[in-house]
């Protein structure tokens, strides 16, 4: 939506302004699915340095992630019966989409930390946690500032922020990796560490997803 400014993009932006409505129900929705997402990777990023009643903790984020479903579900339904849509209806379609493979991943995670029984506190899953919260904050920003584009530059900055979060996850995960098989004698624990620290990279990851459908 921001490196393009055709002949489409401005009748969408004039039927937008006659249609204001429908245009501002899709921005709404982008915005109450990021936050919902922020939301369930702060309780991971407790669930992770804070480790307590796991059940309850992963509960809580699965009550985030299907009021997410019901956002994206709302989102696709509504995508289907609009006629003029305010950005691509491509777009729309890969942004609710990919907001929602983050929630996914971020439910992922938590259901395995509550299966694994993993209450000890491990410093580069929190550093990982940490850098999610981080690139899931921006994307609700990215999301905010969709409503007005005219403010570009702002939002490419955003979306740079979160290619920075998605290659400081990079480096965490090999880091937490290489450290995991250094360090640890218990091959159980290596397991659950490793595909845990390998579902907290990939939630990053579609971050990056995100911030690449807004720079198209």
Same mark, same amino acid.
């Given at each position: 939506?921001?490196?393009?400014?055709?002949?489409?993009?401005s009748?969408?932006?004039m039927?937008? $302004?006659?249609?204001?409505?429908?245009?501002?129900i899709?921005?709404?929705?982008?915005e109450?699915?990021?936050?919902?997402?922020?939301?369930?990777?702060?309780?991971? =990023?407790?669930?992770?340095?804070?480790?307590g009643?796991?059940?309850? =903790?992963?509960? $809580?984020?699965?009550?985030?992630?299907?009021?997410?479903?019901?956002?994206?579900?709302?989102? @696709?339904?509504?995508?289907?019966?609009?006629? /003029?849509?305010?950005?691509?209806?491509?777009?729309?379609?890969?942004?609710?989409?990919?907001?929602?493979? @983050?929630?996914?991943?971020i439910?992922?995670?938590?259901?395995? /930390?509550?299966?694994?029984g993993?209450?000890?506190?491990?410093?580069?899953?929190?550093?990982?946690?940490?850098?999610? /919260?981080?690139?899931?904050?921006?994307?609700?920003?990215?999301?905010?500032?969709?409503? &007005?584009?005219?403010?570009?530059?702002?939002?490419? =900055?955003?979306?740079m922020?979160?290619?920075?979060?998605?290659?400081?996850?990079?480096?965490?995960?090999? $880091?937490a990796?290489?450290?995991?098989? =250094?360090?640890?004698?218990?091959?159980?624990? @290596?397991?659950?560490?490793?595909?845990?620290?390998?579902?907290?990279?990939d939630?990053? &990851?579609?971050?990056?997803?995100?911030a690449?459908? /807004?720079?198209?």
């Open positions: 939506p921001c490196s393009h400014a055709g002949d489409g993009s009748i969408r932006v039927f937008a $302004r006659l249609f204001p409505s429908e245009g501002k899709f921005f709404d929705l982008f109450r699915h990021a936050e919902k997402t922020v939301d369930a990777a702060r309780l991971l =990023q407790t669930m992770l340095g804070h480790p009643d796991l059940a309850d =903790q992963a509960r $809580r984020i699965k009550e985030l992630e299907h009021e997410g479903d019901v956002i994206t579900h709302r989102a @696709v339904e509504l995508l289907h019966r609009t006629f /003029v849509t305010p950005i691509d209806r491509g777009d729309i379609h890969r942004l609710i989409s990919r907001l929602d493979d @983050v929630l996914d991943l439910e992922a995670t938590s259901e395995r /930390v509550w299966l694994y993993i209450h000890a506190t491990d410093r580069d899953a929190c550093d990982l946690a940490a850098t999610l /919260v981080n690139a899931v904050s921006e994307v609700s920003r990215a999301m905010a500032g969709l409503r &007005d584009l005219k403010n570009r530059d702002a939002i490419l =900055q955003v979306c922020e979160i290619n920075r979060y998605e290659n400081e996850g990079d480096t965490l995960l090999r $880091r990796v290489a450290r995991l098989f =250094q360090e640890s004698k218990d091959p159980m624990l @290596v397991i659950k560490w490793k595909d845990i620290y390998e579902f907290l990279e939630a990053i &990851d579609r971050c990056e997803d995100i690449n459908v /807004v720079e198209g």
